[in-house]
């Protein structure tokens, strides 16, 4: 059974930094790209950030662009989002998901596998 647990998440004040961890078990995590994605109340789902299976290759959400960091230890089957200047808006829910192919991807139907999700508040 492949499970992802995200966490990290709180409450801070805008410009501050939060570093969100996804550590996932019962599947090769080295093999997978993986990606990390937000939900706001009242919003849908949006793709934040990926990053390729040997984390080579990242890309990111023009909103996120500069300011998240998106990395991973294959040693410790865990993926990370650094994020720094953050403001209001990007209050969500983060879930981090492993995708069902070996090339990156950045929308949800690529994603086989979620976590339930971390809360980040930001206060203005």
């Known amino acids: 059974q492949v499970q992802l647990v995200e966490s990290g998440g709180g409450l801070v004040q805008a410009g501050g930094s939060l570093r969100l961890s996804c550590t996932t078990s019962?599947?090769?995590?080295?093999?997978?790209?993986m990606g990390w994605f937000r939900q706001a109340p009242g919003k849908e789902r949006e793709f934040v950030a990926a990053?390729?299976?040997?984390?080579?290759?990242?890309y990111y959400a023009d909103s996120v662009k500069g300011r998240f960091t998106i990395s991973r230890e294959n040693a410790k089957n865990t993926v990370y989002l650094q994020m720094n200047s953050l403001q209001p808006e990007d209050t969500a829910v983060y879930h981090c998901?492993?995708?069902?192919?070996?090339?990156?991807?950045?929308?949800?139907?690529?994603?086989?596998?979620w976590g339930q999700g971390t809360q980040v508040t930001i206060s203005s």
């Open positions: 998901a492993a995708a069902n192919s070996y090339i990156i991807a950045t929308m949800s139907d690529d994603y086989d596998y």
């Open positions: 990053i390729s299976w040997s984390g080579d290759n990242t």
């Open positions: 019962g599947r090769t995590f080295s093999r997978y790209p």
